[in-house]
């Protein structure tokens, strides 16, 4: 079994760590609606997926 020799610095850790961040969530322009939405999801002011209405449109 593997056994470390000596404490890995906080340093070192964070210099490992440093490619792990997480990106900012992706954004795409809706084609009916003009407004951004995130992609793969539904857009809940039209109710649309993928061309096809799947809820009913919500009500300001």
Known sequence: MAVPKR????SRAGMRR?????????HVEDKDTGELRRPHH?????GMYRGRQVLTPKED
């Open 18 to 26: 440093a490619h792990q961040a997480l990106g900012k969530n992706p």
């Open 42 to 46: 539904i857009d809940l002011k039209t």
């Open 7 to 10: 404490k890995v610095s906080p």
